[in-house]
């Protein structure tokens, strides 16, 4: 069955750019009528939607983070990936990706990485 | 609107049948979606759509919606279904959003 997985640094410094990679193993990133999902939870706090990628390339991005937020996808690596810039303390938060698959009725986000701490501090 | 509105905390009696709401005006327009999250854990999705549970869901977790709430019930509340649960919707005002509820934390006793 498709599983997810997130890598990438645990520690970025302020100002700088959060890179994460979300791997797709188990079935083709490009099968399906799926996006690909950033989700993202401080601690103690709730969930936050910050975009998702068709692999066609199209992006949604959250509007308060639109700004600093770029999703892309690599077809041929089964991955897709997430950078965020001008990082601050407040973007310290546990990081998921997940398939999403949404239309006219609703959406649903079906699989979920295991998510990967990132803290902002110098 | 781009609001999903939760009780923070629920508490059913173990055996118990317990309803968990969600408000929103996007809900007028799309089925909610619902999400259990363990402590450490990441969310797993147990309702879908109109009612749909993914395989592996236990038949006591069921979902409604009427108007601008949704609503996740379990019937027969677990020890194990001590969790946060989290609405989702799409945003309804055209801009291509996810929203997520604040969450309720369920306490089974």
């Known amino acids: 069955q498709v599983q997810l997985q997130e890598s990438g640094p645990g520690l970025v410094k302020p100002s700088q750019t959060l890179s994460l990679t979300c791997t797709v193993s188990g079935g083709s990133i490009s099968s399906g009528s799926y996006y690909w999902s950033w989700i993202r939870q401080p601690a103690g706090k709730g969930l936050e939607w910050i975009g998702r990628?068709?692999?066609?390339?199209?992006?949604n991005y959250n509007p308060s983070l639109k700004s600093r937020v770029t999703i892309s996808v690599d077809t041929s690596k089964n991955q897709f990936s997430l950078k965020l810039s001008s990082v601050t303390a407040a973007d310290t938060a546990v990081y998921y990706c997940?398939?999403?698959?949404?239309?006219?009725?609703?959406?649903?986000?079906?699989?979920w990485g295991q998510g990967t701490m990132v803290t902002v501090s110098s | 609107s781009s609001e999903l509105t939760q009780d923070p905390a629920v508490s059913v009696a173990l055996g118990q049948t317990v309803r968990i709401t969600c408000q929103g005006d996007?809900?007028?327009?799309?089925?909610a979606s619902w999400y259990q999250q363990k402590p450490g854990q990441a969310p797993v999705l147990v309702i879908y759509?109109?009612?749909n549970r993914p395989s592996g869901i236990p038949d006591r977790f069921s979902g409604s919606s009427s108007g601008n709430t949704a609503s996740l019930t379990i019937t027969g509340a677990q020890a194990e279904d001590e969790a946060d649960y989290y609405c989702n919707s799409r945003d309804s005002s055209g801009n291509h959003r996810e929203v997520f509820g604040g969450g309720t934390k369920l306490t089974v006793l």
């Open positions: 990628i068709y692999t066609s390339g199209s992006t």
């Open positions: 997940a398939r999403n698959y949404y239309d006219s009725s609703g959406t649903l986000f079906d699989i």
């Open positions: 759509g109109k009612n």
């Open positions: 996007s809900l007028r327009s799309y089925y």
